[in-house]
């Protein structure tokens, strides 16, 4: 196996090969920087390009498009509050308040070590356990991937702000969002109201850019654009021995995790950041700063997404099966080269998949030197005057909500989501809730409903078996423990 | 009764008006369409949320501003309490429908420009550099959005 690998390294680090990776990072960064083109988009507009190309060179390439899209979507979404990619709208809870300190620079540079290192760890866990991780992946079922929706949701009292109830409204209203549409077990129409556009729900960009982008825009209008300081001397505050203290520890645990949820057909990178937001405000000591500019609170979603690329390689690599639509554009790829992925690629032509890993790992290390040459120019933006800056993030929300199904519908549900999400804000009402609610909302009810079709009705399934019953012991203690530590150290002050 | 009708009553009552509305609505979901052996139905979950957001909303109502933590409540308000623009906010609302309304009539190339010529003289740019600033981000935002990722954008009319 190791072996396998250093052969693959080898091909990887020659100079062709760095360079298609080179150009697929820089693709997917910028991609993944624009509202509305996500890394599946970036890949799809990149897949073309590699029919003409070597194996070598077209497969890494789309992979590194994957890989640069990751990260590539934080840097919006700390700078301006609105997500590249839907993966990093956990980022703007701590990244946007960050850049509203003058911290831009730095959290734009703990988005990226963090990225980097979690992307290695999980090129290092897809080498050792690329087999067997993929065969555990297919033990879960309907009741394993619901527990896991809930154990994303137990974040939402720490997210609620200084209303928990009114937290936990937002959060059912997310939830609520969510089932608007076609159900889609039995067919019939929720909340549509016979316009069929909203047959297949709500589209996640325009919901998310209305909710965090459009609604902030609308929130600085409002207060006469108060409480925006921006780096305007692009002096970067770089991270000192006690950031890397505190976010390493995070940095690696989220890369497991994100490999592993990565690993999950279904799961994806915007799930991952929120379980992994979640699990570090949950075991972070002091962790009352999380939401107000802590860069443990960007470490983690962005550790948490960049690990998935690499996680979501291995069904692929190993069973041949595409668990997202990023990967299965990478099946396309596969396919237009004549090779089919799964086991009988690890023993016939062994060196393809360890290439892929290996080209994942010099990936990451491109990405590390890419996001070290954008953080100045991308710090540029926060100098530009806000009468300026205002048209262009409403353009690019627009646009970006308009994408994905050139209808402008899609840029009225952004609009509409602005609306209500400023309406939230002045109201104490929790944006961060809603979404991390709508964004879980279609896993939870899917999986909670097929698990009891499977059980035929009965609710023990949800409490059988070894996985479930370790995901329900991390359900309680996550619901509770907020409770619990506030209990203690309001005690403690007394 | 004003005391009574604090801004977290109000917020607890339009809460329950709303989800009392969804909750009906979805006391009307067919859920014998198409999978009977579905036990919970198409029905179940938006009743649960839905009702549970109703009690959540009853809890603002009953409790008021006792829900809310004092603190961290007076920190937020402090930061946004100056001089608010609601006239500013309900012209972009105004512009940005209008942008929407014309988008596809008038073709990207045209609207957008225009979109950005009178929101950046409406929000205090100078009227040279916003002619400059309107060609430059349109040219960008074409170029990318339909150059680099081919996106369609709406084409100019009758050209």
Redesign the interface.
Known sequence: MLSDFFYGLTIAIAPDNILSVLAGVVWGTIGGAIPGINASIAMALMLPLTYGMDLNHALPMLAAVYVGAEYGGSIPAILIKTPGTSAAAATVLDGYELNKKGLGGKALLTSLYSGVIAGVISVILMVIFSLPLASFGLKFGPSQYALMGLMGLSVVGSVAGANAIKGFISALFGLWIATIGLDPITGTSRYMFGYYKLMEGLDIVPVIVGFFAISEVFSQIYDGYQGVKGDHDFKIQHLNKQDWKQILPITAGSGVVGTFLGALPGVGATISSWICYSQAKQLCKNNETFGHGDIRGVAAPEAGNNAVPAGALIPLLALGIPGSNSTAILLAGFNLQGVAPGPMLFSTQPEIPYTMMACMLVAQIVMLLVGLVLVRPSLAITMVPQKYMTTAILLFCFIGAYCETNDPFSIFIALVFGIIGFIMKINDFSVAAAVLGYVLGVLVENNIRRAMVLSGGSLKIFFTGGINIVLMIIIIVSFLFPIISARLSAKKSK | MKKFLS??RI?GII?MVFSAI?FV??TT???????T??????????LF??G??FL??T??VIFGDK???VS??ND?KS??S?????V??LV??FA??V??LL??VLGFLIV?PI??LI??LY???KLKVAII?AIV?TSV?YF??KV??????PPIPFI
């Open positions: 801004a977290t917020s809460t969804a609505t979805a979901f067919d859920s014998s369409a198409m999978l052996n579905d036990p919970l139905g198409a029905a179940a979950w938006p949320l839905t549970a957001m959540m909303g809890i603002l829900t809310t933590k961290q409540g937020d930061e946004s100056s001089k608010k623009q609601p500013q906010l972009t609302i940005m429908i942008y929407l988008f596809e957008t979109f950005i929101m950046t929000y205090g740019g600033y981000l935002l990318l959005f680099a990722m081919g996106i369609l954008l």
